[in-house]
């Protein structure tokens, strides 16, 4: 009998614990530094881990639509969230307002002064023959919020010939970073994720419509294991980490 409980406590103790599950998250570009962070916390807490796709709202809205695995989707504007739910891809009860984000202008010079957007041409004059970097301004929310800004503030007519577009606002702040463009609009966030650039100026809230990062659980895609980091991201240990990256918390 001893041996036979020695060795029952011997498979006991050689039985790896259960795993925990993976949780797809499809999430806007500018949430990487932040959102990484958190899914670490995440697995550390529950034992699941997250796979994480990061790219513009508008790329990562349209394979969800075509059936992409996701089981939550993290957008950068309420439109494409909006897109989603039109079309019966959200699971009810789920979206919520998390975050905010600020939109600053950014020089990849480390001793570039103020730039005020209040003055006529300042823009055009500091931009030179240069690019500004920007997210797609048709798609990607940074650049549909950059757009707006530049239109609000009177400059777009006398850049919107250097911009260069990129597919995300990430793709735009390495262009910045790396000297390929001297200025760009991003997220106050990404200036934070990225040391090669300096912050000019912050664009007045009232110049573009409010930036708001909703989040969701997929249709279909309802497991405990996404609605456990569903709770994390509104947890106060995810707030002081978004809040730490730049992000406004708007969860409840």
Same mark, same amino acid.
């Given at each position: 009998?001893?041996?036979?409980?020695?060795?029952?406590?011997?498979?006991?103790?050689?039985?790896?614990?259960?795993?925990?599950?993976?949780?797809?998250?499809?999430?806007?570009?500018?949430?990487?530094?932040?959102?990484?962070?958190?899914?670490?916390?995440?697995?550390?807490?529950?034992?699941?881990?997250?796979?994480?796709?990061?790219?513009?709202?508008?790329?990562?809205?349209?394979?969800?639509?075509?059936?992409?695995?996701?089981?939550?989707?993290?957008?950068?504007?309420?439109?494409?969230?909006?897109?989603?739910?039109?079309?019966?891809?959200?699971?009810?009860?789920?979206?919520?307002?998390?975050?905010?984000?600020?939109?600053?202008?950014?020089?990849?010079?480390?001793?570039?002064?103020?730039?005020?957007?209040?003055?006529?041409?300042?823009?055009?004059?500091?931009?030179?023959?240069? %690019?500004?970097?920007?997210?797609?301004?048709? !798609? @990607?929310? =940074? $650049?549909?919020? +950059?757009? /707006?800004?530049?239109?609000? #503030?009177?400059?777009?007519?006398?850049?919107?010939?250097?911009?260069?577009?990129?597919?995300?606002?990430?793709?735009?702040?390495?262009?910045?970073?790396?000297?390929?463009?001297?200025?760009?609009?991003?997220?106050?966030?990404?200036?934070?994720?990225?040391?090669?650039?300096?912050?000019?100026?912050?664009?007045?809230?009232?110049? %573009?419509?409010?930036?708001?990062?909703?989040? !969701? @659980?997929? =249709? $279909?895609?309802? +497991?405990? /294991?996404?609605?456990?980091? #569903?709770?994390?991201?509104?947890?106060?240990?995810?707030?002081?980490?978004?809040?730490?990256?730049?992000?406004?918390?708007?969860?409840?």
């Amino acid at each position: 009998m001893r041996h036979i409980l020695r060795l029952l406590t011997a498979i006991v103790l050689l039985t790896p614990p259960a795993l925990g599950e993976t949780v797809n998250v499809f999430a806007a570009a500018s949430l990487k530094t932040a959102l990484d962070e958190v899914a670490q916390s995440f697995a550390q807490t529950t034992g699941h881990r997250v796979a994480a796709s990061y790219a513009g709202s508008s790329g990562l809205a349209r394979q969800i639509l075509h059936g992409a695995p996701a089981d939550l989707f993290l957008s950068a504007n309420p439109a494409w969230m909006d897109e989603l739910e039109t079309r019966g891809r959200l699971a009810p009860d789920t979206r919520t307002d998390l975050l905010g984000n600020r939109l600053v202008l950014i020089a990849h010079d480390p001793e570039a002064g103020p730039l005020d957007l209040d003055a006529p041409g300042a823009l055009a004059m500091r931009l030179g023959r240069g %690019h500004l970097a920007m997210g797609l301004v048709e !798609a @990607v929310p =940074a $650049g549909i919020y +950059g757009k /707006a800004a530049l239109e609000t #503030l009177g400059h777009w007519n006398a850049v919107s010939g250097q911009i260069a577009q990129s597919d995300n606002v990430r793709a735009a702040l390495a262009l910045v970073a790396t000297g390929a463009a001297p200025l760009g609009v991003v997220y106050a966030s990404d200036a934070i994720a990225e040391p090669r650039v300096r912050v000019v100026a912050t664009f007045p809230e009232e110049s %573009h419509p409010p930036i708001i990062y909703p989040v !969701a @659980v997929i =249709a $279909g895609r309802d +497991g405990a /294991a996404t609605r456990d980091l #569903l709770d994390h991201l509104r947890t106060p240990e995810a707030r002081a980490i978004f809040e730490a990256q730049g992000f406004l918390w708007r969860g409840e």
